[in-house]
């Protein structure tokens, strides 16, 4: 017996997916290759899931995620200290990079003045405070605490 060697006899124009059995699963996770027989199937662009379709949609969304996400008191807490360190790290980095060099030591001293006093006359200026401006002055807390050690440090 001959055979004649084809794309269609060796299944490669035969390849489709289709789900497996309860009790099988193969390498694929939950779709098996199936070579027995051909099968179109209709495509569409977009499926109609009720879900959000453009990135707009998402974009919409995500400030309602966040409101939920931080309903949590015990992650306003942890990213209230995370705020608080990140403030008392870039404290030391800015009076470790402007010290060891020895110029402009002014101009960043005005600039760290002029940025706690914005954020101190922004926060207190406000009727309500939300999570991201507690956040903000949680940042300022840490920074104006960096400075203070940095400044104990270069005294003694």
Known sequence: MIHSVSLSSLGLLT?????????SRGKFGDFALQSSSVRFRSVRAVQDTGGPRRLV??????PELSRNYF???SR???FGGISLLGGFYV???????FGAL?????IAAVLCVLLTEYVTKFYYSRPKITFPLALLNNFK???TYGLFIDAFKLAS
């Open 15 to 23: 390849f489709g997916l289709r789900p497996q059995t309860r009790g």
């Open 91 to 97: 404290a030391q980095t800015i009076s470790l990079s």
């Open 102 to 106: 020895g110029v402009n030591d002014v």
């Open 141 to 143: 807390m840490g920074f």
């Open 57 to 62: 949609d998402i974009i919409r969304i995500v």
């Open 76 to 78: 306003r807490a942890l």
């Open 71 to 73: 309903r949590s008191p």
